[in-house]
């Protein structure tokens, strides 16, 4: 074979290499990966530099970097006490609805996929269809529930225990798989070892399934961290959440962009940092439920 005929197969061959380098998707799907992650984080980037800015440097230029580098507006967030009045509500809320709505879900879950029963599907469905109702639908009856015959309103178990239940739905669906994947032969030899079902469900089950246990923690409390309309209807005074106190920050301090941005920066750090943290366990979590 010539030189001439022997240039365009090594580019071809060079080409070939480059594109498997990429994948089967090819350079395309990955530019769409980064504009999504570009439109995902600009956002959450643009508010916290935007709070290590004055109002002027935002007034004149929107877009630039920080100049000078200002750290008062953190400072002044951090120093402020209603700031970690609302992040102690928030956290304590958060901590009850994942702890209610996994360990409601796990021991609804469990019976689903280990035990046979006449209407085991058709309960599971019911799980299923929770998905499709938002807590926007029964907020109405919800409020009436809480506030008048559970008397809870205004207080932290009035709204995690309803953020729990519509959390329950996802946590059921995703642990389900989880379960039911479980050898049975494990179950036997715990058995004839004589343990019983409880002591199965705790000594085997439970450590099994961590990773779904994870992944369903770190989905209501975030959901909860983030949830903004049930507490703004059972929540008044000292008792509101981080949401609601960027609400109200961005109202008392209308005309200071800049500390708003710091305040809101702030607030989504332990969310963020929680779900960057135990991200793999989170998709192992999410890939093992598919799986099932």
């Not at 469905?125 to 409020?143: C, K, N």
């Amino acid at each position: 074979m010539t030189a001439t005929a022997q240039a365009p197969a090594r580019t071809a061959r060079g080409r070939s290499r480059r594109m498997a380098s990429y994948g089967k998707g090819g350079p395309f799907v990955y530019l769409v990966a980064l504009s999504v992650v570009a439109l995902t984080l600009g956002p959450v980037l643009y508010g916290a530099l935007g709070g290590f800015r004055s109002n002027e440097q935002l007034a004149r230029n929107p877009a630039a970097l920080p100049d000078p580098w200002l750290g008062r507006n953190y400072e002044g967030v951090i120093t402020n006490p209603d700031f970690w009045r609302y992040a102690v509500n928030s956290t304590v809320i958060a901590l009850l609805t994942t702890a209610v709505a996994v360990i409601a879900g796990v021991m609804a879950a469990y019976p689903l996929a280990r035990y046979q029963f006449k209407l085991r599907e058709p309960l599971f469905l019911v799980f299923v269809l929770g998905l499709l109702f938002p807590a926007a639908v029964a907020i109405v009856p919800l409020f009436i529930l809480v506030t008048r015959d559970l008397q809870l309103g205004n207080t932290w178990w009035g709204v995690a225990l309803p953020q729990a239940a519509f959390a329950l739905p996802m946590t059921v669906v995703i642990l389900r798989p989880f379960l039911m994947a479980l050898p049975k032969e494990l179950e036997e030899a715990a058995m004839l070892d004589g343990a019983g079902r409880i002591r199965i469900f705790y000594r085997i089950a439970l450590p099994l399934c961590m990773p779904g246990l994870v992944t369903v923690g770190v989905l209501a409390f975030v959901a909860s961290w983030n949830a903004y309309l049930l507490p703004l209807l059972l929540l008044r005074g000292e008792m509101r959440t981080l949401p609601l106190g960027v609400a109200d920050y961005s109202t008392e301090h209308s005309a200071d962009t800049a500390g708003v941005l710091a305040f809101t920066t702030l607030a989504m750090i332990p969310a963020l940092v929680l779900f960057l943290a135990l991200q793999r366990r989170i998709v192992s979590g999410l890939q093992g439920a598919v799986k099932g």
